[in-house]
């Protein structure tokens, strides 16, 4: 297919079909272009954490302050310790909104510095060329701890989750191993799921040739619908996620996951997050599959327990 990249991108880390052409030899090579533009599923999307306006804000907020605190020390101090103050900003900026507010406040900690504290003033112009060097400074170096705030903020918020996302299996698998029976294993599964996730947890289970859901008799949530049996269906004779978020109908508010243990596919489980218009980031995706892994393997034990007690019975 012909590159969706633009053509810098290519110029700097190389292209695939220029690679292709080069190495193909005798194959002819068809690159071939599509009037459609490019559909990548929510599934294949990595959600990485950005800043709102508002941080950006902030930060602009912050080189105003800066610039303040400068008026005030300016005939205290030299110009080039002011540049202390706007390296304190940038910090702040770069601990509390995030790498991108940073890096703003350092680019209008530079134009402010230049613009009010050296001559000629209210201009961008620079009478003393050693002033570059300290414009160079400012900017790599607010530029630089910026990255490594913004990384070791973004570092500690990644072991929050982690942490989270341990406590929260381990109460699930708390629950399931206690659990004495099918209804109590489907009680605790729809009780962690929706306190965690979202809403409307329906858990199928095949009865005969059918898949049943198996719905809390306290639920305010209607039926499944015929479009929500068949995705269930889909993804439990094809052992693939369907639903929000995939490639099989995406449309849909509920996600399907289906249950697999190491033997076979025991049933599905459906939820819907609770604002379906965002899609599930990848820890999120991770999780629900963690939580699915879990819930199958609680159900297969309690299917092997029934399967014993039969054959004890008979």
Request: charged fraction near 20%; hydrophobic fraction near 45%.
């Amino acid at each position: 297919g012909k590159p969706i990249r633009p053509r810098w991108y290519d110029l700097l880390r190389g292209s695939l079909v220029d690679e292709l052409l080069y190495c193909s030899g005798d194959i002819d090579i068809h690159v071939v272009n599509s009037s459609e533009p490019a559909y990548i599923p929510p599934e294949e999307i990595p959600l990485h954490p950005s800043s709102s306006l508002q941080q950006y804000a902030l930060g602009f907020l912050l080189t105003v302050i800066a610039t303040g605190l400068g008026y005030l020390l300016e005939l205290k101090i030299s110009p080039t310790n002011l540049v202390m103050i706007y390296l304190l900003m940038v910090m702040l900026a770069a601990v509390y909104l995030g790498r991108g507010p940073a890096i703003l406040v350092s680019i209008f900690g530079v134009l402010a510095f230049d613009y009010f504290f050296l001559p000629p003033y209210f201009t961008l112009a620079i009478s003393d060329t050693e002033y570059l060097i300290t414009f160079m400074a400012l900017f790599l170096v607010g530029v630089v701890i910026s990255a490594l705030t913004a990384n070791a903020r973004e570092q500690a918020q990644a072991a929050q989750r982690r942490e989270n996302d341990t406590a929260m299996l381990y109460f699930l698998s708390r629950d399931l191993a206690a659990a004495d029976g099918l209804e109590a294993v489907l009680k605790a599964v729809r009780t962690h799921l929706e306190a965690d996730f979202g809403r409307d947890v329906v858990v199928y289970l095949p009865q005969g040739e059918k898949l049943v859901p198996h719905i809390s008799a306290d639920s305010v949530y209607p039926a499944p619908g015929e479009i929500e049996l068949n995705l269930a269906i889909w993804a439990y004779r094809h052992g693939e996620p369907a639903g929000l978020g995939t490639n099989t109908l995406p449309s849909a508010e509920p996600r399907f996951m289906p249950l697999k243990t190491f033997k076979h596919t025991v049933g599905v489980l459906s939820i819907k997050p609770l604002d379906p218009t965002l899609p599930l980031s990848r820890d999120q995706r991770r999780m629900l599959e963690a939580f699915a892994n879990q819930t199958a393997q609680a159900v297969e034990r309690v299917q092997l327990a029934e399967q014993a007690r039969q054959v004890k019975l008979l």
